[in-house]
């Protein structure tokens, strides 16, 4: 049993630019979420995916969209990037409701 | 916004001695967690208690919840050089809307010294 995977570890970008993150979920989940990690924070939920359609989301602005992929895989796509959303990136897949499975997260830096 | 919070924010202990962390939140709940995190790496869960118990126990980790005081606390026994790792708790918020969203507290840091 393979657990949930995030690629990648680490990525630095520039203010406006876009960006993808990938998870790969844990076998035989079937819904994902992910959470950005501010340093020095507590994770904060962005939004989860269900059979491949977003069915929650937390106060997070149209510019951080995903995706989740008959797999049940899943990408996170942050657009015109600004200097707070410098964080780790945690995806967490689940079979049920609880317990989650995070992955080791991607670490993104925006300059 | 954080809805838990968790005390104190840093613990400094030695090996064998117990560790304990609180945690409040502030709307009612279906359950409560607790995770732990290994400095820079992904969270991972420790053990689930439901708003309709009080006490659970997981190895040497004990957990105790009162609703009514929207409070939980996290015990670690015989604490190990291993257990350092910052610790969160979250609630998954009783209205939630149907899906699995987490409210975590801001973690409190753990350093068991050998």
């Known amino acids: 049993e393979t657990g949930v995977t995030q690629s990648p570890t680490h990525l630095i970008k520039t203010r406006g630019q876009q960006v993808t993150l990938r998870c790969s979920s844990q076998s035989g989940h079937n819904t994902v979420s992910w959470y950005q990690q501010a340093l020095g924070q507590g994770p904060q939920f962005i939004f989860q995916y269900y059979r491949e359609e977003e069915n929650g989301r937390g106060n997070f602005p149209p510019r951080f969209s995903g995706l989740q992929f008959p797999n049940y895989s899943s990408e996170l796509n942050v657009n015109a990037l600004e200097l707070d959303d410098s964080a780790l990136y945690l995806c967490?897949?689940?079979?049920?409701?609880?317990?989650?499975?995070f992955g080791n997260g991607t670490r993104l830096t925006v300059t | 916004s954080q809805q838990g919070e968790e005390d104190p924010q840093a613990l400094s202990i030695q090996e064998g001695e117990n560790a304990t962390m609180n945690c409040s939140y502030k709307?009612?709940?279906?359950?409560l967690q607790w995770y732990r995190q290994n400095s820079g790496r992904g969270l991972v869960h420790l053990i689930l208690?439901?708003?309709?118990?009080r006490e659970k126990h997981s190895g040497r980790l004990r957990v105790t919840l009162d609703t009514s005081k929207k409070s939980s606390s996290l015990l670690i026994t015989a604490s190990r050089a291993a257990d350092t790792a910052s610790y969160f708790c979250?609630?998954?918020?009783?209205?939630?809307?149907?899906?699995?969203?987490?409210?975590f507290g801001a973690g409190t840091r753990l350093a068991v010294h050998p």
């Open positions: 979250a609630t998954d918020g009783a209205k939630s809307g149907g899906y699995n969203k987490l409210i």
């Open positions: 709307t009612s709940i279906n359950n």
């Open positions: 208690i439901r708003s309709n118990e």
């Open positions: 967490a897949s689940s079979l049920e409701a609880f317990p989650l499975h």
